[in-house]
Structures are given as C-alpha cells and as structure tokens.
C-alpha cells in the first residue's frame, strides 16, 4: 500500500529483447506474472499474453495506469516489438510510459543483499549485450558497466571484492570464460525474472519523476549496435 492506503499504481510490463518474453500486470496490488522462456516469435504471442493477464485479474488494458517497457539491448526484432507495442498502448490509453534497459530489468529481480550481478545476453560474434550492477534488496540496482555491446573480458575491467552473480544466455554460453576472468562467479541457468520486483522497479523510477515519463515518445529502442542489414547497406554504399 502507498501512504493513505490507496493501492498502488495499476502497471503493465513488457520486455520481449530476448526469448524471455516478460509480460506482468499489477492491478488493484495483485499481480499476474505471465512471464516465460519461448522460442515463437514474439509478434504472435505478446497480445494474447496481455489479454491473458488482464482476464486472469478480471480487468481490461482500460485499468492499466502506467506501462514499463524493456528497451534492450538485445534482439533487433525483439525489442521493436516490446517498444512498440508499449508506445501505441500508452499512447491509446494516454498513461505514463518509462524505459528501461532489459539488463536493469533482470538484475532488479535478483534476489541479494550485497553483489555485483552481470546480465549477458548472446550478441553472437563472441560478444554479448550486456551490463554490470551492484544490487542489494532495497534498492535500484547501480550501475557498474552500462547496458552495451561488449566482448566478456571488458565486463571485467572493475576492480571487485564482492560476490558476482550471472545471468542471461550470454552468461551461460561464455561461462568458462567468464570463470578463467573471476573463479568465484556464481552463474543461474534459465533464470526467469520475477515479475513483483520489476514491477517495484518500474514503479520506483516512475516515483522520482514522473514528469520523465509523460510523453511516450521519448521511448526509444536502444540497439547499441547496428544491424547485420544496416552494416551490409553501408558497405553497398562505399563500393558505389
């Protein structure tokens, strides 16, 4: 409860940068987690998903009061998907729309009362969208190595004494190279992101300053790198 006993804010989450497709809605402070590991295409799930939810609280989209969307980096088309859809909801229902980097998402779910948390998702290539955070339980993950497109040795390029927890694809896929890097990481496969904590954290950063999160414009996909087509048409370009 917020102070005065009102409920908190009605919020709907989305983040569809990676095969985690993470859809929550809070509604009068009961919250339906429909989040799940799928490999469809985000693009045939992700209304029925939020449809889903709204019935299993017995609301509609109509309640909703602020959205929280993940804006990468991760998957190209991933992300296009979460941010658009995010964009033409709280555009319609005219509601408060805030941002945030998929890795901040994921390492505001880890539970810990004092480490360092690296969110790796495979870039392929040998590299991995990525960040660092130091998390404790009562607070909003801190930045360490902002959200980007990296090679895992510059996610080590802090000095450390804390424990570090790893999560994400990335994190698994280059996991015997992240322990030559730190030999007491600790690494959790298939990690699912609980849906209460981003919620508070989509709800905490909305708090500080609402005004940031008026106009749903401002939302924008953050890719940290061009695309495979992208880098093609450019070097079509200079041939000619």
Known sequence: MQKGGTLPLNILLLDTATNIEIVALRYNGVVSDKTIQTHHSHSVTLFDTIDSACKELSTTIHSIQCIGVGIGPGSFTGIRIAVTTARMLAQILQI???????????????????????????????????????????????????????????????????????????????????????????????????????????????????????????VLPYYSRKSDAEIMKELREKED
């Open 96 to 218: 408060p729309l805030v941002g945030i980097p998929t890795q901040l998402l994921f390492a505001s779910a880890i539970v810990h009362s004092n480490a360092h948390c690296i969110v790796a998702f495979d870039a392929k290539k040998g590299r991995v969208f990525a960040a660092r955070y130091h998390i404790t339980n009562n607070s909003i993950p801190q930045e360490i190595v902002p959200p980007g497109d990296y090679t895992v040795e510059q996610l080590f390029n802090v000095q450390n004494n804390y424990d570090i927890i790893a999560v994400g694809d990335g994190s698994i896929k280059y996991q015997e190279q992240m322990k030559q890097l730190y030999n007491t990481i600790q690494f959790v496969p298939d990690f699912i992101p609980q849906a209460d904590r981003m919620i508070h954290l989509v709800e905490s950063l909305y708090a500080q300053n609402p005004s940031n999160y008026a106009d749903y414009r401002k």
